[in-house]
């Protein structure tokens, strides 16, 4: 069952963040995941939540999400991200 994993990011050194940018693309792609949108415009119809820059993946299933979040090569780009970025990330299973 495909899974999407949902990311709100609120970037604090736009510069770093393209280096992770960079990285990142191949490293989903090499588990599957597909960009669907990626920091476009958003607009709250309901309730409280204002995302920052909210970036949507597409992957095959649950566990190629966690094959990439897990994947040793991330692990670096991971650590840049939490330097750069405060991010809320949630994983929901789909159509």
């Given amino acids: 069952m495909p899974a999407y994993l949902i990311v ?3 970037v604090h050194d736009a510069v770093a963040y393209e280096e ?3 990285g990142v693309a191949p490293l989903a792609a090499k588990h599957g995941g597909v960009y669907l949108a990626r920091g476009g415009a958003t607009e709250v ?3 409280t939540w204002k995302p920052s820059r909210l970036v949507l993946f597409r992957f095959p299933d649950r566990e190629s999400i966690r094959a990439f979040n897990d994947d ?3 692990l670096d780009l ?3 991200r939490h330097r750069v970025a405060d ?3 949630v994983v929901v299973e789909g159509l």
């Fill in 8 to 10: 709100d990011v609120h």
């Fill in 20 to 22: 992770y940018k960079k």
């Fill in 45 to 47: 119809l309901e309730g």
């Fill in 72 to 74: 040793p090569e991330y």
């Fill in 78 to 80: 991971k650590a840049l």
């Fill in 87 to 89: 991010t809320n990330i």
